[in-house]
């Protein structure tokens, strides 16, 4: 592994669904992030978590939650998936909170039918 | 919270000429602003970023501006080549991983050959 990982690449899922999007990183990060990315909006966060062990809410935290049971791991999960979460969804690290330079995952497409 | 205002959505110029993206933030306790490339299918890779305490930096072909009193930063691409063809996201951060990148909505670049 090198840098971060995300898994699936891509999902369809039907709508009231349970679904896990995994990220897992090698770099010793201690904060990690989780973003959408809608056309004509940008990313924006939906959770964050500064070292393991903690998490916070982002700017869209509805729908979804996150556990940090270790360094490496920052699952996401939609405990019942709904149209409007269809969006790709990238994970990010940075080494501490106080270095700001974040690195990316290559993103999750999800559609919710 | 912080707000970021990107512009313009979308940028044509000519190989060879150059590009200039800007955003204006809102909150003044922001004090980091990288600046982020995406290609079609990939994950936001950092290709530049300045702190408050600095008014521009440069990197070969890439510069970036902040001018801390307006709220506002730019970047400046000179001598585009087609491989700068991409989607450019600002981003503002009041420091520490906790509150994650606040992004501007992208601006998409092309370059005609």
């Known amino acids: 592994i090198a840098g971060i990982t995300q898994a699936p690449t891509s999902q369809i899922l039907a709508a009231g669904r349970r679904m896990t999007l995994r990220c897992t990183q090698d770099m010793r990060h201690n904060a990690m992030y989780w973003y959408r990315q809608d056309l004509g909006l940008g990313l924006r966060l939906i959770h964050y978590s500064n070292t393991a062990g903690t998490t ?3 700017e869209v935290p509805d729908g979804y939650s996150v556990s940090r049971a270790n360094t490496d791991d920052f699952p996401l999960t939609l405990a019942s998936a709904v149209p409007s979460q269809t969006s790709v969804y990238f994970c990010a690290s940075s080494l501490t909170t106080r270095e700001n330079e974040q690195f990316f995952g290559p993103g999750t497409r999800l559609t919710v039918l | 919270g912080e707000n970021v205002e990107q512009h313009p959505s979308t940028l044509s110029v000519q190989e060879g000429d150059s590009a200039v993206i800007k955003c204006t933030y809102s909150d003044s306790a922001s004090n980091y602003f990288p ?29 970036v501006t902040l001018n801390k009193t307006a709220k506002h930063f730019s970047l400046h691409i000179t001598e585009t080549q087609p491989e700068d063809s991409a989607v450019y996201f600002c981003a503002a951060s009041m420091g520490g991983g906790a509150d994650g990148l606040t992004f501007g909505k992208g601006t998409h670049l092309i370059i005609q050959p």
């Open chain 2, 35 to 63: 600046w982020y490339k995406q290609e079609l299918g990939k994950g936001p890779q950092l290709i530049i970023d300045i702190r408050s305490n600095v008014g521009e930096k440069k990197d070969q072909r890439i510069a």
């Open chain 1, 56 to 58: 916070g809410k982002g």
